[in-house]
């Protein structure tokens, strides 16, 4: 029976009004933050279900409250294809994203005061690997790891030499703007040298790993963490994979250690953005995206920017804008008004101050879901490269503008609305 209720636009005009602006918003400019992406029109008809309606604490056919029956198996199908899109042994998909999935580890393997080691955040690491204004670095001691000064690549020499000083419990690879590859056995080895538990936070490149265009941690590392709304184009969502050893510590951690009830909407998104990424078009896009990356590091290099590390292997590119004579932010915000949406970034061993930093990051899921190729990533080379040398020029902003529109709507974006 079709609702006979009345539409989120008769009463709440203000924020249909809003939802609308986003969709002509997301359609007229080209996403390039490298945690983002589109999530089709099947993730969102999942994430807006009735099954958030529901409480169901606890994993399938063992809750806490009745009416089980359609979430049961919602969970269950999630878990299971994820499995089996990774080749994992166990899955949890109830964090509520990759934040509380990372706490959710280290509750279940540490105690306060316990140490950590991950990459450091101004080399490219997350939060919560143990920074300092994270309560994975208030509650917990870090060694952090950074990168060498020459290159800007991870020195698995220094790794080792602090994993033997520090001795941590649990040691992270992974990071938000590391442009190359993770060596996943040689972090193995060193968390092998010194007992500790070796867990990658795939959440960046998650939809790399699926598709076979990044080396795949599982089975080498003992746990395994992800967004699910980055480059696996699911719901914003996050989920933890683990050897078998380490399942029960892992669901006990989430719950009912960190959180309640799980969202079950998310749950069947994650579940159907995992059925998308089963299919044989998905590696394709993976290798797309990685592909993009490497047309669009190297149309900039040609055009004067300098990229952290040269280049890239993965999604992602970061550019150190000093020898162009502009700042990242002010860069940034030239490059929104012309419809080209990244963000400023530290670079490694950067003089200014992470609110205004030298650096942008960029990446390619995004263009890519939208069927972008090769073409396209050096034309938004040249824009980026006009914006930037004359950014202060609002003439030379709308006349590029205008061309991404003209591009965008060649390239429909997937779940988005265009009246
Ligand atoms: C995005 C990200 C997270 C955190 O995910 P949220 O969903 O923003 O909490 C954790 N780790 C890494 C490496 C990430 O890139």
Known sequence: MPWTEPSLAAVDPEIAHLIRDANALEARTIRLIPSENYASRAVQEATGSVLGNKYSEGYPHKRYYEGQQIVDPVEELARNRMMKLFGAEHCNVQPYSGSPANLAVYFAFLKPG????????????????????????????SAAYGVRREDQRIDLDEVRKLAKEHQPKLIFCGGTAYARTWDFPAFRSIADEVGAILVADIAHIAGLVAGGAHPSPIGIADVVTTTTHKTLRGPRGGMIMAKKV???????????????GPHNHTTAAIAVAAHEALQPSFKTYAHAIVENAKAL??????????LVTGGTDNHLILADLTPLNVSGKIAARALDRAGLVLNYNSVPFDPRKPFDPS???LGTPGATSRGMGTTEMVQIAEWMKRVVTKHDDEANLEAVRREVEAVCAKYPAPGVLVE
Request: zero cysteines; glycine letters at 18%; proline letters at 4%.
């Open 114 to 141: 316990d140490t950590v080691m991950g990459l450091a955040l101004p080399a490219g690491g997350h939060l919560t690997h143990g920074w300092g204004v994270s309560i994975t670095g208030s509650y917990f001691k």
């Open 246 to 260: 380490h399942a029960a510590a892992i669901d006990k951690a989430v719950f009912p250690g960190l959180q309640g």
């Open 297 to 306: 590091a190297a149309a900039l290099s040609e055009r004067g920017f300098s």
């Open 359 to 361: 650096g942008i990051r």
